[in-house]
């Protein structure tokens, strides 16, 4: 008798257990769309898991006026991306990180944001020295990035001249923002000597100063001088006092904001009149920041026409930026941040498999053609060079009486070295 | 241009004595270098800052700078509470008061940051000219308050110390704490009046400096290196020493960069300090105060 209950319980238990298992098997990413007996089409199997992206921008350091709004400029991106049906209907989940604009700790991140939270991709940030130390894990790792690192050496070697198979470029480099910059000064503004104020310790700013010097020497035009300081200094009155003393038509400035607002005080107090070249670090709050007020004979590349509510979503994207964070004042890289997310996107969307890191870095490379940007103009990855075809151009901003920024034209160039 | 280059090296001078005066007043009693000088600078800076902000009508400058004496005050009691007077007690050894100043500044700034952020904030300009000219030499108007300031603390400490019974408080406290407390001298008081005073300049050198550069949370600390250059060439401890020093440092600062550019100015810069310590360690007053570095 025992032995039957004993059978009969075994059978109950095995019909329990099979009754309780799942009815379907977990979906693949990989299944296919599937065609039914009439030929129909139904929807494929969404794998429900979501895909996991990185972002590493400054939120601390250095650099943090613009890494704060490009950090939230990403987030605003997934967000909208999710709320629209995610990549192919897989959600996005954002892992951030600080790297407080130091190449070191941006590894760190790097290395917890691949090994510990898995990520398929990274959006990076406006920065060099971070980007340019992640090159070769990137390659090793097979992890796309994608940012505003404008420094040409984030994307080419420099000595071979190929392109970092994993590392993508979403706005003009500096370079070409330079040429774009010294073209403007010598044809616009009838500039012929130069002399430029920079930090030689900041890799941005050596990488605007360079090519703006080459511009200028290769079409004719007279360097007086080409004085620098470093991270340390407070102070560049003495250089300033130089180049007064030599009287350029123009000085080139291309440092981030807190140096900016010096040096144009210095050359300012130095009784230097004339015009002011300026990155694009050289938008707000350097107008407020600056002790001689106004800022006068200020011109400088943009990458947005904040003002324009007609082209872009960027003046809607920085007004709700400003509203959310109780930002004071306008900053491009919120449109940074949505950019280089939205190119991310493009290749994911046209991915079989959006986490698949060769997959996504191939459609990267070779089928990224006019995604359109915050600012209504439209992104080309060149696959020479990781970097915007150079139809993307920039604007030339300046200063008005009143203290506004306007943008005066918006410009490319084909000039190349 | 070396009538100019000489006016510049003074004004930047004048911003490091700002700094060096308030590291000196402290060694000279405390005989130990408060490195946390420097973030309480920062501190006062965006104390100033919001407490012009809080007004529809900005209030003088004047009174900012009463208001952030009076920050600098309580934040320095509240250092020495936290930070010294456990070591003072326990008769720590010198690197203890060294390494408890650096922790200060350090977790000042790091506050600062994770309150304020890094963005830079620009106190509203209070002349209408960033320069004016005497003859044909320009002069920088806010460089030249604060050498003026630099110059008025000066008297005002100088003044302090050697006429007033506080004074004489603090310089018996700064020979021998014990047998001035046999003389019915309270140290404790009187170092509490001597934190006072550094904090009362931190507030001051905290506005200016905001004035001429922005606030940021490094503001105070980033100026802390060439303090320190400056009150120990001055002669550790010595008041006039500390701000005569400072300016020397602005005058070859200058000179140095001019003529041969900012990578080397550092490199010579400390070079010439080596050899001037070698041949006068008491620094320029020629006396220092002893013990603690």
Redesign the interface.
Known sequence: MKKYLAILLTLVIILGAAACSPSTPDPDPSTPPTETAGGEVTDPIVNPDPILIGCIQDTSGGASIAGKPNEWGVVYAVKWINENGGVNGRMIELHTRDCQNDAEVAVTNYRELVDEVGVCAIIGPPLSNPASAWVDLSTEDEIPIVGHFMDELCTTNPDTGETYPYMFLAEPSCSVQSYILAKYAMEDLGVSSVASLYNISNAYAVAHEKPFMEYVEDHAGSVLARETFTWTDTDYSAQAQKIASLNPDAVLLCDYANQMVTAYDNLRDAGYTGKILGANTMYPPFNTLVKNQPPYDCFFVQNYDLKDTDTGTIAELVEMQMTETGTDYPTSNVGFGWDATMVLYNAMLKAEDPTNGPEVREILESQTENILSSGGKYISIDPATHRPTLDLGMYIATYTEDNEIVCLVYRTTDYSK | ?SI??LI?GI??GA?YALVAVGFAVVFSVLKFSNFAHGGMISACAYAGFYFQRSFSNPPPIYLTIIFTAGVGITLSFVIDTIAYRRLRKKQSPNIYYFLASITMSILIVNLL?IFF????Y?FP?IFEN??FMIGKI?F?S?DSLILIVSLAILTILIFLIDRTRIGLAIRSVAINPATSQLMGINPDVTIMAVFAIAGALAGISGVLLA????V?PTLGS??M?KGFIASVVGGLGSLGGAIAAAILLGII???L??YF???SM?IILFVLMLIFLAIRPAGIAGRFAQEKV
């Open positions: 241009m100019q280059l510049s004004s930047l911003v940051t952020g890094k963005n830079l620009a300009p960033t320069t320009r920088s806010i004035m001429k550069l922005s940021y980033q100026m290196l600062e200058i000179f960069t001019y550019g900012s990578l550092p």
